[in-house]
């Protein structure tokens, strides 16, 4: 059971290239988020989805594209890379609904835009 | 002022002493997940309350939902339990807001 895998860990890119994170699952959990971690702030939510076809903005999705084809995948793109999106990147999962829900956590991306 | 406030943003503390790190937060939850962040590594959680108190060895979370507060205490505490550790509400579906964290460093 691998939980939730990320990739890349790490990753340099030149300001207005394109690149997507990669985020699966294996617990056929619903719900899927996308946040970013930035020096001095709490984790904010770039993306969500409740499920397969179901995706929505969380408070920071300017610059960020997301689609959720399957259950098991949520890929986060950068269409256009900017200094601005320097930050580590974390995928979290779980089960959708009500308060007994554990949160599961990618091992983050950390991504240098120059 | 953020939904989710962490006290203190930073702690220092000598190996075997107690530790604690408070969270309140300002809005309605069904959930409050405290977890824990390793330099260079991922987030694992720790605990997961909507009421009471649990204990997982060393850790105990407690949450007090009249007073919208929540502390998560490490007894004799280790210089492997460096990290940060982060607050978090499940507010509306399962959304999650996170307080900013609190850096903790145990010396020998």
């Known amino acids: 059971n691998a939980g939730v895998t990320q990739t890349p860990k790490f990753q340099v890119l030149k300001t207005g290239q394109s690149m997507t994170l990669q985020c699966a699952q294996d617990?056929?959990?619903?719900?899927m988020s996308w946040y970013r971690q930035d020096p001095g702030m709490g984790l904010r939510l770039i993306h969500y989805?409740?499920?397969?076809?179901?995706?929505d903005q969380g408070e920071v999705p300017n610059g960020y594209n997301v689609s959720r084809s399957t259950t098991e995948d949520f890929p986060l793109r950068l269409l256009s890379a900017a200094p601005s999106q320097t930050s580590v990147y974390f995928c979290?999962?779980?089960?959708?609904?009500?308060?007994?829900?554990?949160?599961?956590f990618g091992q983050g991306t950390r991504l240098t835009v120059v | 002022k953020n939904e989710v406030e962490q006290s203190p943003q930073n702690l220092t503390a000598q190996e075997g002493e107690f530790i604690t790190i408070n969270c309140s937060y300002s809005?309605?939850?069904?959930?409050l997940h405290w977890l824990q962040q390793h330099p260079g590594g991922g987030i694992v959680s720790l605990f997961m309350?909507?009421?009471g108190k649990k204990k997982h060895g060393r850790l105990i979370a407690t949450i007090n939902i009249q007073e919208k507060h929540s502390s998560l205490h490490i007894t004799a505490s280790h210089p492997r339990d460096s990290a940060v550790y982060i607050c978090?509400?499940?507010?509306?579906?399962?959304?999650?807001?996170f307080g900013e964290g609190t850096q903790l460093t145990v010396n020998p």
């Open positions: 979290a999962s779980s089960s959708r609904g009500g308060g007994a829900t554990e949160a599961f």
């Open positions: 617990m056929n959990h619903e719900y």
């Open positions: 989805s409740v499920g397969a076809g179901i995706t």
């Open positions: 809005v309605g939850i069904s959930a």
């Open positions: 309350l909507s009421s």
């Open positions: 978090a509400v499940r507010t509306s579906g399962s959304r999650l807001t």
